[in-house]
């Protein structure tokens, strides 16, 4: 190993430039250190980042070595930022004084959400339960970065910016302040300290452990670029040590010295007294914070010797290092020699859309495994695409994780938690009990079958506007249907949940006990199985312990918003294993990470670097003041991260040009290879071509307009399908030979035909129950609209309308009744036989007229039919109710019909109400001659039923558009394929 160093000597710091393999690199060079004697490497020790670290050099040492050995101890360091606690070996349960034991994270969580909320109310702007957790998670962050940089909240004080902040940011910060002068208190009560000061606590410890006993074998810092002042500490102790050595992974000692000073500190403006910041969006900032903080220069650090691993070589690493210049120097880049420039062995990919980009990810990995032994790995922000490529990958049989993990969130448990809370707080409406009852964990295993039946059913019977609110309205609402007995046993687990959330605001731990109890009365133990299941479990354990140090009490309906917020905070990681040769990592799990070919996906904008969080509680001058890390710096680390990967042996980046919902902006990292490479700059033609290819269908052969003949035909027809059957044909064959009925969405808004069918109950029941008198109609119509059944939009929206046009029917019913018109019927049915098949309808209304003729009555809710439709043989459904009332069809009705009137309660120039007919005695107004109007309708009709009935003429879709004005039926038809192609 390295020889001890007498007298006082510079640090023993090290950097391993990008182009090369960190972890290999490093596992290498120590091997080679360690010479012949078996056991030096198992006497030293690694101080890594993270756990993930770990790992990667724990696959370093084994590639490296071929076989077995002896590892070092591999300590990480941890990071509260991934809620990583610091490895044991750092942590020594047997100290004389150790520190006092951490915080855990809920309590912390719970007992700051209390605080903000009563500072808040005190302060009169009050917020919920599920918003004071939030931002409590918030506030962690904030006081986790105080700690961190080793700022006394105490600092807060000695600030006087108030002329200077604007009046949201002055109460922010007497919030922030109120709350941190009560923390310690709190902690202190417990008897804890914050986890990042006990990390703190643990370093400092450590490094003056080792600056009294040195330990007695090697040392070694690899890769950690936490800049904060007790890791820097600790570095500086670890590379003083005589067996001691930091090595930092891509610290650029060629960087000119202008550029390295630009990247700061600066000193304060002389006039404003405001700290102007560093380049901290450099990718060498941190780094450089790192050395100024360990009282290091660069030109103390050496290039790291003694062993190499897969080596993409120095022309690459300085075409990265030019290509990440600080902005104002890029000038530079039109005097570079091409060698410096070129980025041989990259290429960029260019796609059309997320899913597009995905599947060329898909297809890059793929074809990595077709070399033996060659491996892969993506590595993005963006898991959104990381769970896409996943995706794409299992068409051909490939299992890969992300390793970065998935948020409970959007995990079957984390789901299922968020359904009950939002099911029961919306009082079991359709469309959220529908999503709880047909998620996957409910009744799994051998009753699911059988479950989703009844919920299928359940579903059926939902349809159309919402019922009565609860489990209660529910049945009601099902009566005796045939799911009704199911679902009255079903409902029996939901009901101590509605119970629990009908009480109103009260404990969060009551409501977090229910919810876990119907979740596993619903799922059984599959609930809790697995990685997400264990995951779902510790956090309703930690929830309902730490609840009642939380807001004392919650809304129901705040209590889905709080679960996601937590649960989309914890992150689900795979298992240890995964595919041997294939990976996908978020930037931080890929950290020292190596593989043959590295993919960076989701080079666009605000996804790589990322849009920086805003802190809701400090101003940026306030951070600035304090000496905090500002909110871009996390760009410089994500440059920082892009920079490393580049070194793999080959890359290839991607972006796709629009997202979801508009184009998007390369990343400002893509533009600055783009333009410093310039002509050099490779696309992946192959990959691009592959995956436009792969979905491909060559030739596209739109479909025909449709236009069956079926060997049978319908030999019944009602009036109001003729309009159907004649204008758009195809329609008529779905709905009556296939049997295809429309279904309505569940928890539809009222439709007109809803509220049609609402106002002829209404006139029903006013004939049948009140034979009808004028003064019963008004309170029928109230009765209606103050049904718990009757949709809200319909009474708060509809209400005056039709209470106006309900008044507007008894007038005229009243006035009609004083010149002899009086009603005869109302709702009635009746058939004849006619053209070789059987007619039926059903009318409104009929009246006998004055002079003895009979009155059609038809209630439209809207607008009634145009004069010119039912010139052109259309809207004929008033002219065959005329002929099947004078053929006799309807029961004890039959006589000459001379009044056809449409009765709407649409808008009129005097209110709403008023009376339309499509003919006139005399013809006027282009309108049918009174006498001739069944003639015509029966005429028309029998043409039909002889094309379409009796006939053999084909059920064309859309014959004619423009009375064809329902789509029911157009995706089944692919009406756009064929639609205007002619």
Same mark, same amino acid.
Request: one cysteine or more.
């Given at each position: ?8 000597v510079a ?16 596992a ?13 490497l ?13 790992r ?6 084994v ?7 002896l ?13 990583e606690a ?6 020594p ?15 912390r ?5 209390r605080l ?19 931002l ?68 400092d410890r450590?490094?003056?452990?080792w ?20 890791v ?13 050595q ?28 405001f ?7 450099? *990718?060498?900032?941190? $780094?450089? @914070? &790192? ?10 650090? !050496? =290039? /790291?010797?003694?062993?190499s ?31 410096d ?5 990259v ?13 060329g990810?898909a ?6 495994l077709?070399?033996?032994?060659r491996?892969?790995?993506?590595v ?11 995706a794409?990958?299992?068409?051909w ?15 079957p ?9 939002e ?6 409406? *359709?469309?959220?009990? $529908?999503? @709880? &009852? ?10 699911? !079958? =059988? /479950? ?11 349809r ?10 529910l ?13 009255r ?8 949940l509605?119970?629990?959330?009908g009480?109103g ?11 876990r ?17 264990r995951?779902?479990s ?10 009642d140090?939380?807001?004392p ?15 989309a ?34 080079l ?7 849009r ?18 500002g909110l871009?710096?996390?760009?410089g680390?994500?440059a ?20 979801a ?5 390369a ?6 290879l ?22 491909d ?7 025909e307009?449709?236009?069956?003949m ?6 019944r027809?009602s ?11 195809y ?10 009925m ?18 002829h109950d209404?006139?029903?029941?006013w ?11 008004r ?5 209606m ?9 319909l009474r708060?929206l ?13 007038t005229?019913?009243a ?6 018109r009086?009603v ?15 007619l ?17 009555v ?23 109710l005329?002929?099947i ?37 005399d013809?006027k ?27 053999d ?6 014959l ?23």
């Amino acid at each position: 190993m390295a020889e001890a160093r007498a007298g006082s000597v510079a640090p023993r710091v090290f950097t391993i430039p990008a182009h090369r393999a960190f972890a290999d690199t490093l596992a290498r060079g120590l091997m080679r250190q360690a010479g012949d004697d078996p056991l030096a490497l198992a006497r030293g020790l690694i101080l890594l980042p993270n756990n993930r670290a770990v790992r990667a050099m724990t696959d370093a040492f084994v590639r490296a070595s071929g076989g077995g050995l002896l590892l070092p101890r591999l300590v990480p360091l941890g990071s509260p930022d991934l809620g990583e606690a610091i490895g044991a070996a750092l942590d020594p349960v047997d100290a004389d004084d150790p520190p006092p034991p951490a915080i855990a994270p809920m309590q912390r969580r719970m007992i700051l959400a209390r605080l903000v909320g009563e500072e808040r109310r005190a302060a009169g702007a009050p917020v919920d339960a599920a918003e004071a957790v939030r931002l409590a998670g918030e506030l962690c962050r904030t006081l986790d970065q105080l700690l961190v940089e080793e700022v006394a909240p105490a600092a807060l004080r000695t600030l006087d910016l108030a002329p200077e902040l604007t009046e949201h940011w002055q109460r922010a910060l007497a919030t922030f302040a109120v709350v941190l002068d009560r923390w310690p208190g709190e902690l202190a009560r417990l008897g804890r300290i914050d986890a990042a000061t006990r990390r703190i606590l643990l370093l400092d410890r450590l490094a003056a452990r080792w600056r009294d006993a040195p330990p007695t074998g090697f040392v070694v810092a690899a890769g950690i670029t936490d800049s904060a002042p007790a890791v820097a500490r600790l570095l500086r102790c670890v590379a003083d040590l005589s067996t001691g050595q930091t090595v930092f992974a891509g610290l650029d000692l060629a960087l000119a010295d202008e550029e390295w000073d630009a990247l700061g500190p600066h000193d304060a403006d002389p006039t404003t007294g405001f700290v102007t910041r560093s380049i901290e969006t450099h *990718p060498q900032f941190h $780094l450089k @914070l &790192l050395l100024d903080r360990m009282g290091a220069a660069r030109g103390e650090v !050496l =290039a /790291w010797r003694g062993g190499s691993g897969p080596d993409a070589g120095s022309a690459r690493g300085r075409a990265i290092a030019n290509a990440l210049a600080p902005a104002a120097f890029t000038g530079k880049w039109t005097a570079l020699k091409a060698e410096d420039r070129r980025l041989s062995e990259v290429e960029a990919a260019e796609f059309a859309s997320p899913a597009e980009e995905a599947q060329g990810i898909a297809l890059a990995l793929r074809e990595a495994l077709e070399t033996e032994g060659r491996t892969a790995a993506l590595v993005t922000p963006d898991r959104g695409l990381a769970r896409r490529v996943a995706a794409h990958c299992t068409r051909w049989g490939i299992a890969i994780d992300d390793s970065a993990g998935r948020p409970l969130s959007i995990l079957p448990p984390g789901t299922l938690l968020l359904a009950l809370a939002e099911a029961a707080a919306q009082r079991f409406a *359709p469309l959220a009990l $529908l999503a @709880l &009852l047909k998620h996957p964990l409910v009744q799994s295993g051998e009753r699911r !079958l =059988a /479950w989703l039946d009844q919920v299928r059913r359940l579903d059926r019977a939902l349809r159309g506007p919402r019922p009565a609110a609860g489990l209660g309205g529910l049945a009601e609402h099902l009566g005796k249907a045939d799911t009704a007995a199911w679902w009255r046993e079903s409902s029996a687990m939901l009901a101590p949940l509605e119970a629990a959330f009908g009480r109103g605001d009260q404990p969060l731990a009551a409501m977090i006990a229910v919810l876990r109890e119907t979740a596993a009365v619903l799922c059984g133990d599959e609930l809790w199985a697995g990685p997400a299941g264990r995951a779902a479990s510790d956090f309703l354990a930690d929830l309902e312990a730490e609840a009642d140090r939380g807001p004392p009490r919650i809304d129901p309906d705040g209590v889905a918003p709080l679960l996601q917020t937590l649960l989309a905070e914890i992150a689900v990681r795979p298992q240890q294993g995964g595919h041997p040769r294939l990976a996908i990592y978020g930037l931080i799990e890929a950290r020292l990470q190596s593989a043959d070919v590295i993919i960076l996906g989701g080079l666009n904008e605000g996804v790589w670097p990322g849009r920086p969080a805003p802190d809701p509680w400090l101003a940026p001058r306030i951070r600035v003041e304090l000496g905090l890390p500002g909110l871009d710096r996390a760009i410089g680390v994500a440059a920082h991260d892009f920079g490393q990967a580049l070194g793999a042996p080959a890359v290839l980046i991607t972006r796709a040009r629009r997202d979801a919902s508009s184009p998007t902006l390369a990343s400002r990292l893509w533009l600055r290879l783009q333009a410093m490479a310039g002509d050099r700059f490779e696309r992946a033609r192959e990959i691009e071509a592959w995956t436009r290819a792969l979905d491909d269908p060559g030739e596209h052969l739109p479909a025909e307009r449709p236009a069956p003949m079926p060997d049978h035909r319908p030999t019944r027809i009602s009036v109001t399908e003729i309009d159907r059957l004649k204008a758009d044909p195809y329609a008529f064959y779905a709905r009556r030979i296939l049997g295809l009925m429309p279904l309505d969405p569940v928890d539809a808004d009222p439709s007109a035909a809803w509220r049609g069918n609402a106002v002829h109950d209404i006139l029903e029941r006013w004939w049948t129950d009140h034979a009808c008198a004028i003064d019963a109609l008004r309170p029928l119509a109230l009765a209606m609209l103050g049904d718990a059944a009757t949709h809200p939009m319909l009474r708060a929206l509809w209400r005056p309308r039709l209470m106006e046009a309900i008044d507007w029917i008894a007038t005229r019913v009243a006035d009609d009744a004083a010149v002899g018109r009086v009603v005869l019927s109302a709702e009635g049915k009746g058939e004849i036989g006619i053209a070789g098949v059987t007619l039926s309808g059903r009318y409104d209304r009929v009246d006998r007229l004055a002079d003895g003729t009979l009155g059609i009555v038809d209630y439209k809710t809207g607008k009634p039919p145009s004069t010119k439709a039912v010139r052109e043989g259309f809207s004929l459904q008033l002219g065959m109710l005329g002929w099947i009332a004078e053929q006799g069809g309807f029961d004890g009705l039959r006589g000459k019909v001379d009044a056809f009137e449409y009765w709407s309660l649409g808008r009129s120039k005097d209110g709403f109400g008023y009376v339309a007919t499509p003919v006139d005695a005399d013809g006027k107004k282009d309108r049918i001659v009174t006498a001739d109007f069944t003639r015509i309708a029966h005429d028309r009709f029998v043409e039909a039923a002889a094309r379409w009935l009796t006939g053999d003429e084909p059920f064309t879709a859309k014959l004619v558009p423009e009375y064809a004005p329902y789509a029911e039926y157009d995706q089944l038809m692919r009406r756009d394929e064929w639609y205007g192609r002619d």
